[in-house]
């Protein structure tokens, strides 16, 4: 089983298809491409028009919430990161990863959160998971997101050539 059937089983796992429109929620680019480095934007636990997991952890949301969270918006960077490149086999590796956790001002479990991206990350991608990570607590996120997270990839040598000329960087274009 290759990293596009275990996304695709994990997704609806947890009962959720990113095979839709992916809507995003203002206007930048949801993944750029520089060189063989994909930057995805920051992703919330948005499944078609609805966002799941909204609230505080450690006041209206528990830990699993978060983690579940933190899962989904994995989810969907990993949905932009395979519209992009193809395939989810074009990616190298995870370089970096960057999870802001709503909380509660005593809340400290912001690391164990970030687990549920981290935990998505490496079980559909494998090796090529393993990556960087900061876990910050913050007030508030948009649309009163639990989660949001970020994170840089980089393809392999072979999807950038193999992707020709409609997989050009903007200053190309």
Same mark, same amino acid.
């Given at each position: 089983?290759?990293?596009?059937?275990?996304?695709?089983?994990?997704?609806?796992?947890?009962?959720?298809?990113?095979?839709?429109?992916?809507?995003?929620?203002?206007?930048?680019?949801?993944?750029?491409?520089?060189?063989?480095?994909?930057?995805?934007?920051?992703?919330?636990?948005?499944?078609?028009?609805?966002?799941?997991?909204?609230?505080?952890?450690?006041?209206?949301?528990?830990?699993?919430?978060?983690? /579940?969270?933190?899962?989904?918006?994995?989810?969907?960077?990993? *949905?932009?990161?395979?519209?992009?490149?193809?395939?989810?086999?074009?990616?190298?590796?995870?370089?970096?990863?960057?999870?802001?956790?709503?909380?509660?001002?005593?809340?400290?479990?912001?690391? /164990?959160?970030?687990?549920?991206?981290?935990?998505?990350?490496?079980?559909?991608?494998?090796?090529?998971?393993?990556?960087?990570?900061?876990?910050?607590?913050?007030?508030?996120?948009?649309?009163?997101? *639990?989660?949001?997270?970020?994170?840089? *990839?980089?393809?392999?040598?072979?999807?950038?050539? *193999?992707?020709?000329?409609?997989?050009?960087?903007?200053? /190309?274009?």
């Amino acid at each position: 089983m290759d990293a596009d059937d275990r996304f695709t089983q994990m997704a609806l796992a947890l009962g959720h298809d990113f095979g839709g429109e992916l809507r995003i929620g203002g206007h930048y680019q949801p993944v750029l491409r520089h060189g063989r480095q994909l930057w995805v934007s920051g992703q919330i636990p948005r499944v078609g028009d609805r966002v799941l997991h909204v609230g505080a952890l450690g006041d209206s949301l528990t830990l699993q919430q978060g983690r /579940e969270a933190a899962a989904l918006c994995a989810l969907r960077a990993l *949905a932009w990161l395979q519209r992009e490149a193809g395939s989810l086999t074009a990616i190298e590796v995870v370089l970096r990863l960057t999870v802001y956790v709503r909380c509660a001002t005593d809340f400290t479990g912001h690391s /164990e959160v970030a687990d549920g991206a981290s935990d998505t990350l490496l079980e559909v991608l494998g090796d090529c998971g393993v990556h960087t990570r900061t876990t910050v607590g913050v007030l508030q996120l948009p649309k009163a997101a *639990a989660v949001e997270l970020d994170l840089v *990839a980089a393809l392999h040598d072979s999807a950038v050539s *193999a992707k020709g000329s409609a997989f050009l960087d903007r200053d /190309e274009q």
